[in-house]
């Protein structure tokens, strides 16, 4: 009975755990896109190789968190 319980209490918090977890490359996307969100637009008028680089130079965790999104989402969602 005590470990009837314990399995419960354990499988409940796996699955909130897993639910957590979902969301953190969606989260952490969101916040990089909000980050290039003024180099964005600059690059979408008028692009240029310098406003690119530039644009990765000023922001690279949110170019690296762009570049890896693929990887974080199949590493968090199985």
Not at 2 to 14: A, H, P
Not at 41 to 66: C, E, G, K, M, N
């Amino acid at each position: 009975m005590k470990n009837n319980n314990r399995d419960r209490i354990l499988k409940k918090l796996r699955l909130e755990s897993l639910i957590e977890n979902i969301w953190i490359p969606y989260i952490l996307i969101l916040l990089s896109l909000w980050d290039l969100r003024v180099e964005l637009r600059l690059l979408v008028d008028h692009f240029t190789i310098t406003s690119f680089l530039f644009a990765i130079r000023s922001h690279p965790l949110a170019v690296i968190v762009l570049l890896f999104s693929p990887s974080l989402i199949k590493r968090y969602t199985t």
